[in-house]
């Protein structure tokens, strides 16, 4: 059980389009999800934490406009990365916390690798 | 605010010998939780142990196992009979309070000789 997962794996995009990653929760309810970024053998970088129905809390320096998140239901969140360029090519993870679940587990999806040209 | 350090950028060990990554944090919490996380070259992270502070005893989970000072705010890692399967990156992290967030370490990559 606890199975996240995201699509789509990777994705190779035009610099000025926007990019939506989804992220679900298989086989459980997530009252709470999470948005990282990694850079290639750096850690994850938290870049905002959603509640089911209500707005996105943002990480400090995280531009809340450019990453959109909407997390519409309790096995569903969704990042759109608006108007990318470039140095918004990077790997993304999402996780989530089940409810009722141990405090403070996350379950990690399997990432998504976006490139933007 | 809360850190968590890993101080080791790479660790190497023969396969079957036993390896410890350490890792220490800093937090006013008095109710948290510990966490080591493995990332393989396929990047999927996945959960090895988990520690809660209010429990004394070290967890362990079949070759791993940790060693939690409370005291010193040290949480390293132990893998005993190292394989090949065991290379991955290395995450330690803390999590506190009721927003399930998470602190990772920068981590460390270990490489498993044959």
């Known amino acids: 059980g606890a199975v996240v997962s995201q699509h789509p794996s990777r994705v190779i995009c035009k610099s000025g389009t926007s990019v939506k990653i989804e992220c679900r929760s298989l086989?459980?309810?997530?009252?709470?999800m999470f948005w990282y970024r990694q850079f290639p053998k750096k850690s994850l970088m938290l870049m905002a934490t959603s509640n089911e129905g209500s707005k996105a809390t943002y990480e400090q320096g995280v531009e809340k406009d450019k990453f959109l998140i909407n997390h519409a239901s309790l096995t569903l969140s969704t990042l759109t990365v608006t108007s990318a360029h470039p140095e918004d090519s990077s790997f993304y993870i999402c996780?989530?916390?089940?409810?009722?679940?141990?405090?403070?587990?996350?379950?990690f999806g399997p990432g998504t690798r976006l490139t933007v040209l | 605010a809360q850190t968590v350090t890993q101080s080791q950028p790479e660790m190497s060990v023969q396969e079957a010998e036993t390896v410890t990554l350490s890792c220490t944090y800093d937090t006013s919490e008095s109710d948290y939780y510990l966490f080591w996380y493995k990332q393989p070259p396929s990047r999927q992270m996945i959960l090895v142990i988990r520690q809660e502070a209010y429990k004394q005893q070290n967890a362990t989970e079949n070759r791993f196992s940790v060693n939690f000072q409370k005291a010193a705010k040290s949480f390293s890692l132990k893998i005993s009979d190292s394989q090949l399967g065991d290379a991955a990156m290395y995450f330690c992290a803390f999590g506190a309070g009721n927003t399930g967030k998470l602190i990772f370490g920068q981590g460390t990559t270990l490489q498993v000789k044959p």
């Open positions: 996780s989530a916390r089940r409810a009722g679940g141990f405090e403070s587990e996350q379950f």
């Open positions: 086989d459980f309810q997530a009252t709470t």
